[in-house]
């Protein structure tokens, strides 16, 4: 069958029609993927074009270094990388003490902050949270202890370390006295420490006799330290752990949490949680959980 000129033509300027709308389609798509919710960002972080997050790499497997290089390493630094480049910008971490999280975000020092923080009814006060994950405090202790320590109901009487960076130390004194003192055992002696690498460093000592720690770390130091610690019982309960942003930021707020429940669709945060071992920590992303 032959064609005339003008059907030819017709079909030549159809086909370069279909192909720039194609090209259009590309672009658009390349703009969301690039960051969908660009727009919606704080004009002086669009200028800067980087989310600055605070860090405290003392905590593995959720944020640490190597050893070797410093390199930053763990769940939230990839999980920060991520919503950076949902958002379109780059990322910046800054080393901040835990007790400079809520001023450094009152400066505008940082955006946002990723420290394994506990949402909290108190902490509302000050700070919005975007809750990303389930944790719970874990008593612990070592092998070498566990013939005395056998489980949970042997922690009364013990003294217990805990970091004083925490409400834990508030939550294992109700405890006992829920658990100890109302059955006419002795209370737990509890002992503010400096975080849990202090912790673990006086549970070696012998200044303590249980630690502890958030259940979502311990798997990982049970493999560095091989027959070392022995969790007791299950976590004590369990707890919403956030990203503080500042309650005059709700623009940066709700930005966060639409990239957050985007990696969560588009199943990134499940596999960064998979390449931890902490798959039994996932959540639905969601604003101010903490009771």
């Given at each position: ?37 660009a727009?919606?960002?704080p ?15 003392n905590?593995?497997?959720i ?67 975007i809750?990303?994950m ?17 489980s ?140």
């Amino acid at each position: 069958m032959k064609l005339n000129q003008n059907t030819i033509a017709s079909r030549h300027l159809l086909s370069k029609a279909v192909f720039g709308l194609n090209l259009i389609l590309l672009a658009v798509a390349a703009v969301s993927a690039v960051g969908v919710h660009a727009a919606d960002l704080p004009e002086r972080i669009k200028k800067a074009g980087k989310l600055v997050i605070a860090t405290q790499a003392n905590y593995p497997p959720i944020a640490y270094k190597n050893p070797e290089t410093g390199e930053l390493l763990g769940l939230d630094i990839e999980l920060g990388a991520a919503i950076a480049k949902e958002l379109g910008l780059k990322v910046e971490y800054q080393e901040t003490s835990f007790a400079q999280v809520f001023s450094s975000l009152a400066t505008g020092r940082v955006d946002i902050a990723m420290v394994a923080i506990s949402d909290t009814p108190e902490r509302q006060k000050v700070a919005d949270f975007i809750d990303y994950m389930k944790t719970g405090p874990q008593f612990f202790t070592l092998q070498t202890n566990a013939a005395k320590i056998k489980s949970i109901a042997d922690v009364c009487g013990t003294k217990v370390g805990a970091s004083r960076n925490t409400n834990w130390p508030t939550q294992i004194a109700a405890w006992s006295n829920d658990n100890c003192v109302a059955k006419g055992k002795p209370a737990i002696t509890v002992l503010g420490t400096e975080g849990s690498v202090d912790a673990r460093t006086q549970l070696k000592t012998g200044r303590i006799d249980v630690a502890v720690q958030g259940n979502e770390t311990l798997p990982y130091f049970q493999t560095m330290e091989a027959n070392t610690y022995v969790l007791l019982g299950k976590p004590l309960f369990e707890q919403e752990t956030g990203i503080p942003v500042s309650k005059t930021e709700p623009v940066l707020r709700a930005a966060v949490l639409g990239a957050l429940q985007t990696l969560q669709r588009n199943g990134t945060y499940d596999k960064l949680l998979a390449k931890y071992k902490l798959q039994s920590s996932s959540m639905p992303a969601a604003l101010n959980q903490g009771k």
